[in-house]
């Protein structure tokens, strides 16, 4: 992809507050919003557009939730989900400049995001179900093509990693600080490093065989996705063994793949005796004392 430009626009100069974002020579046009300002957002022209949103939040271990939609008007179907849906947080809306985006290409476009996300597994989906992709004509979706690589471009450019691939290739060097996770009477054995943010979890991993029954569908379908793929694959012994390095937001999302049930991952992974969470605090302090 060539360079681009985002332009992003703070409405009342707050970086938490409702932000807009677009490409000078696309159509696009974005707007992120915490769920409490929803009521300023309803003032907008965009709210009365056709258009497709993602409704983010996470889950009670820290998983990535989030729902997509479409609607026309688009505000109209977001201002639903006050009622049918509490875990979002916040809110991005994708519509067009120009207000020419048809219903067939909002619903070519939620199915494509749907899908997307379903594939990445980075985060899970609230959707009941993955809709078929809607016939649309060649130049429609020529059209919407590009609209849905801005919105990937968008999504990414504001932190978040919904539709990105899981798989990663790390290379780990010898100073680079290695996390396990192990349990006693086990044959377990997670390994994970830090690398440009993210939580990693490394090749030759050895995962549990089975879920524990109070596993919640986060935990059952991140480590279903990846043995249907054939990266965790069963290695005998009651243990699964990780043939990639994988990137999760955070280390709980790494620490489940191993444990195949919910578990804090800032305690759960440790480095020479010390927790993750013990590590975050202790460098925490020195950063405070060198400042």
């Not at 309803?42 to 939040?57: A, N, S």
């Not at 996390?179 to 690398?195: P, V």
């Amino acid at each position: 992809m060539s360079a681009q430009l985002i332009r992003m626009f703070l409405l009342d100069g707050n970086a938490e507050g409702i932000k807009t974002l677009e490409i000078s020579n696309r159509t696009i046009y974005a707007t992120m919003l915490p769920r409490p300002l929803f009521s300023q957002y309803k003032q907008r022209r965009e709210y009365k557009r056709p258009g497709v949103y993602v409704l983010m939040g996470k889950g009670i271990n820290e998983e990535p939730l989030i729902y997509i939609g479409e609607g026309d008007p688009v505000g109209d179907r977001i201002k639903a989900h006050y009622g049918n849906k509490d875990f979002w947080t916040d809110a991005i809306v994708f519509t067009s400049k120009d207000d020419y985006l048809t219903k067939t290409q909002i619903q070519y476009l939620e199915a494509q995001l749907i899908r997307k996300a379903d594939e990445a597994g980075q985060a899970v989906l609230e959707n009941a179900n993955i809709p078929a992709l809607p016939n649309i004509s060649e130049a429609d979706e020529a059209e919407v093509s590009e609209f849905l690589e801005s919105i990937f471009l968008f999504i990414k450019a504001l932190g978040f990693t919904y539709f990105t691939p899981m798989i990663t290739n790390v290379d780990v060097i010898s100073n680079d600080r290695i996390f396990e996770l192990t349990r006693r009477n086990s044959l377990i054995h997670g390994k994970m490093a830090i690398k440009n943010g993210k939580y990693v979890l490394l090749k030759d991993s050895l995962a549990k065989l089975y879920e524990h029954n109070s596993a919640g569908n986060w935990v059952r379908n991140n480590r279903r996705k990846l043995i249907e793929r054939g990266i965790l694959v069963d290695e005998g012994q009651g243990v699964l063994k990780l043939l990639a390095d994988i990137e999760f937001d955070s280390p709980s999302g790494a620490a489940v793949v191993i444990t195949g049930g919910n578990v804090n991952g800032h305690t759960a992974w440790k480095c020479q005796g010390k927790s993750l969470a013990d590590i975050e605090v202790e460098e925490s302090l020195e950063s405070d004392e060198e400042n």
